[in-house]
Nanobody
Framework: QVQLVESGGGLVQAGGSLRLSCAAY????????MGWYRQAPGNQRELVAS???????EYGASVKGRFTISRDNAKNTVYLQMNSLKPEDTAIYYC???????????????????WGQGTQVTVSS
């Protein structure tokens, strides 16, 4: 069974920075796309940024130029560096990853569209 564990959320003033981390655990063969999504109260979950296994990136329009996504494949970890934060960035941030898991004893592979538990980011004005 695979698991995503997020860290790095918190409270910051407008204009400040935070760095989110998300590490994947389990019997992992490969991790394909990884990404960050966010959901504010009353809003739908939206894409913040994503990164492929070859480090091609995509950003939501509202965060372009302020946020940077990166990954460390050796650590099965994805990061989100958030700069110039605004109050409208306040949300729960969720990590997502498409993970190939080796099933012990069976020789088979399972593919998981996995989500983290979410981490709160609050930006005060």
């Amino acid at each position: 069974q695979v698991q995503l564990v997020e860290s790095g959320g918190g409270l910051v003033q407008a204009g400040g920075s935070l760095r989110l981390s998300c590490a994947a655990y389990g019997n992992i063969l490969a991790i394909n796309a990884m990404g960050w999504y966010r959901q504010a109260p009353g809003n739908q979950r939206e894409l913040v940024a994503s990164i492929t296994s070859t480090s091609n990136t995509e950003y939501g329009a509202s965060v372009k130029g302020r946020f940077t996504i990166s990954r460390d494949n050796a650590k099965n970890t994805v990061y989100l560096q958030m700069n110039s934060l605004k109050p409208e960035d306040t949300a729960i941030y969720y990590c997502n990853a498409l993970i190939e898991e080796s099933i012990s004893g069976s020789g088979s592979i399972a593919v998981h569209d996995s989500w983290g538990q979410g981490t709160q980011v609050t930006v005060s004005s």
